[in-house]
């Protein structure tokens, strides 16, 4: 039998509730660094979850009200899991399509192809580096 009792289970599924749905929130703020500070706390609750869980059989078998519930509480957290992890997939296929666009413009008008009006090569770029606020 499982040492984790429903009250302690449920209380581990709530808290990461919580967190992923205010990473849900600061995505859709923008607030990115907020996303990044909860990012060691979601981390060591997933650990926490995972080894509370390690046996789940005797904490979800039967149709007790304790079970259920957990089993609903579950649940939730899954379809919060798929949010949050479309999300990140849009946020993280954006900042690469944003970085791709940068690189093929500094190609463009890098030093390969700019020349001084004597006709030699550019021996420093057009623009310096440019530096992205990441908040959105």
Avoid: C, N
């Avoid at 379809?79 to 463009?108: H, K, N, P, S, Y």
């Amino acid at each position: 039998m499982s040492t984790m009792t429903h009250a302690r289970a449920m209380q581990l599924v709530d808290r990461l509730a919580r967190i992923l749905r205010d990473e849900i929130a600061a995505i859709g703020r923008g607030e990115l660094a907020e996303v990044e500070a909860l990012f060691p706390r979601k981390q060591a609750l997933l650990a926490e979850i995972e080894a509370a869980f390690a046996d789940p059989a005797p904490l979800l078998e039967g149709d007790t009200p304790p079970a259920v519930r957990l089993r609903e509480r579950l649940a939730e957290l899954q379809r919060l899991i798929r949010t949050d992890l479309a999300l990140l997939q849009r946020m993280t296929e954006a900042t690469g399509a944003v970085a791709r666009e940068i690189e093929r413009i500094r190609e463009r008008h890098g030093l390969s192809g700019l020349y001084d009006k004597d006709g030699t090569p550019r021996t420093a770029p057009v623009a310096g580096a440019q530096r992205f606020d990441t908040s959105l």
